[in-house]
T-cell receptor, first 112, second 115 residues
Framework: DQQVKQNSPSLSVQEGRISILNCDYT??????FLWYKKYPAEGPTFLISISSIKDKNEDGRFTVFLNKSAKHLSLHIVPSQPGDSAVYFC???????????FGKGTKLTVNP | EPEVTQTPSHQVTQMGQEVILRCVPISNHLYFYWYRQILGQKVEFLVS????????KSEIFDDQFSVERPDGSNFTLKIRSTKLEDSAMYFC?????????????FGPGTRLTVL
């Protein structure tokens, strides 16, 4: 049951450059999407979210883009910093349900 | 900043034994959740809880699992007879009101190892 897919298990980027993390989903009922960041030995930490009525949401260095027709979202981090090195999870939810459906995560490494 | 706490950080148990995982949600939060992550796999929803009742559960959350809010601060997950496949990281989460768009705040997790 892979309703939320993150096809890149890892990504390596130079400090100061853009990090782009991708996520695809198959459930057309999903209408709310989130990105969480996770450091080792910690729980997931909320980063940014987007509702399906929007195609872009920005918060500081983080921007999430949503392409509903392609069932695709992406997280852009500009500029990337070494402290951004973590596992990034894409998650989604649908109306009438409280649960978050997560992808498997992408491990981002930002090299100094 | 308030945070969700979980104890223990690591629990080792024998197959067939009962375990109780404990969580202290953020104090003014009303909705509580348990998720788990088997090593190398995705984070999976188990159950949500509001007003002393389960509000939603997944197919994973079978009769071996139960949740309870025994007092005003703790939220527990009990596994009655553990199986090898229950070995996972278990995360507790909470939200202030429970609107679907509310941020779910996660605890650091309990690593459960079933031998």
């Amino acid at each position: 049951d892979q309703q939320v897919k993150q096809n890149s298990p890892s990504l390596s980027v130079q400090e100061g450059r853009i990090s782009i993390l991708n996520c695809d989903y198959t459930n057309s009922m999903f209408d709310y999407f989130l990105w969480y960041k996770k450091y080792p030995a910690e729980g997931p930490t909320f980063l940014i979210s987007i509702s399906s009525i929007k195609d872009k949401n920005e918060d500081g260095r983080f921007t999430v883009f949503l392409n509903k027709s392609a069932k695709h979202l992406s997280l852009h981090i500009v500029p990337s910093q070494p402290g951004d090195s973590a596992v990034y999870f894409c998650a989604a939810s649908e109306g009438g349900s409280e649960k978050l459906v997560f992808g498997k995560g992408t491990k981002l490494t930002v090299n100094p | 900043e308030p945070e969700v706490t979980q104890t223990p950080s690591h629990q080792v148990t024998q197959m067939g034994q009962e375990v109780i995982l404990r969580c202290v949600p953020i104090s003014n939060h009303l909705y509580f959740y348990w998720y788990r992550q088997i090593l190398g796999q995705k984070v999976e929803f188990l159950v949500s809880f509001y007003n002393n009742e389960i509000s939603e559960k997944s197919e994973i959350f079978d009769d071996q699992f139960s949740v309870e809010r025994p007092d005003g601060s703790n939220f527990t997950l009990k596994i009655r007879s553990t199986k090898l496949e229950d070995s996972a990281m278990y995360f507790c989460a909470s939200t202030p009101v429970g609107r679907r768009t509310d941020t779910q705040y996660f605890g650091p997790g309990t690593r459960l190892t079933v031998l």
